[in-house]
């Protein structure tokens, strides 16, 4: 049976955008006969708020979508990710980074080369060669880590990985090969964070037992990573399905910032629900 799930942050009011994504997922499912969930990805708790969830549910309600109950939150879910963390440490695939933001900043611009990933520079992996009595000194001291993905160490154990993305139409079967050093030393968790976003999906994605990742193709770089941790979790590989992006009327994809294409302010504007999915679904978003 396919499984889908609809995963927003609740940082702001959602979009055309989030509505194409949303109906991407409920479509996927409705046709397969499977299962629609939704998902609250709440962990940023200085920018996650209440408002926005009951917003969200109301907006996807007006677009006529019904979802399964219990609606999963991420922030109830910490003793999860805290289990997920304990088997990669137990692998020795995670390290305590000490660096600041400062400092990180400095390395790199003191490096020869600075390898980029998606989301900017990659770590330099600093602190991956601290020995392991300077580790526990600074812990000891209280001093404040991060716990970052040992990149080098996972590259080392891991096999040849693939992912299957199914494209737009959720029928293409495009295999890609994973980019084991993508993400580098990514972060999976702070103290003020019990997950990193890559560690909470794949977590989350196997506890809801998703078979269709479906989501914009913004995100087609986090699929490798998140590819790695399934396998090193030792949990089930979904296949993925990337969608084009709603884009606003200077060809950029939308973000909360864009309020006027909030599924509300279209809704205000007086157009219904179904003129929005449809809006949706074509990517029309001029003129509006
Ligand atoms: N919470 C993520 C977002 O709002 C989506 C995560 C996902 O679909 O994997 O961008």
């Not at 699929?223 to 884009?247: D, S």
């Amino acid at each position: 049976m396919i499984v889908t799930r609809f995963a927003p942050s609740p940082t702001g009011y959602l979009h055309l955008g989030h509505a194409l994504a949303a109906l991407v997922a409920h479509d996927a499912a409705q046709a397969g006969g499977g299962r629609f969930l939704l998902r609250i990805e709440d962990l940023d708790v200085a920018r996650a708020r209440e408002e926005f969830v009951r917003a969200i549910e109301e907006d996807l309600h007006w677009l006529g979508l019904a979802w399964e109950q219990p609606v999963m939150r991420q922030s109830a879910r910490s003793p999860a990710y805290r289990a997920a963390l304990d088997r990669l440490a137990a692998r020795e695939l995670l390290y305590p980074c000490f660096c600041t933001r400062a400092e990180i900043a400095l390395e790199i611009a003191r490096a020869s080369e600075a390898p980029h990933g998606p989301d900017g520079p990659l770590y330099p992996g600093t602190c991956r060669s601290l020995n392991p009595r300077e580790r526990e000194r600074r812990m000891a001291a209280g001093h404040p880590y991060a716990l970052r993905f040992d990149s080098v160490a996972a590259a080392r154990l891991l096999p040849e990985l693939t992912f299957c993305d199914k494209g737009e139409s959720g029928e293409e079967t495009r295999m890609t090969r994973v980019d084991p050093l993508l993400f580098g030393d990514a972060v999976l968790a702070r103290k003020e964070t019990p997950a990193a976003y890559h560690l909470a999906v794949v977590v989350d994605d196997a506890e809801q037992n998703v078979t269709l990742v479906t989501r914009g193709q913004d995100l087609l770089p986090a699929t490798h990573f998140q590819r790695i941790l399934q396998t090193l979790l030792g949990l089930p590989e979904p296949h993925y399905a990337h969608h084009h992006l709603v884009t606003n009327a200077v060809g950029v994809k939308l973000s909360k910032r864009d309020g006027a294409l909030s599924l509300r302010a279209l809704r205000a504007g007086g157009h219904s629900a179904v003129e929005v999915r449809d809006l949706a679904l074509q990517s029309y978003s001029q003129g509006l």
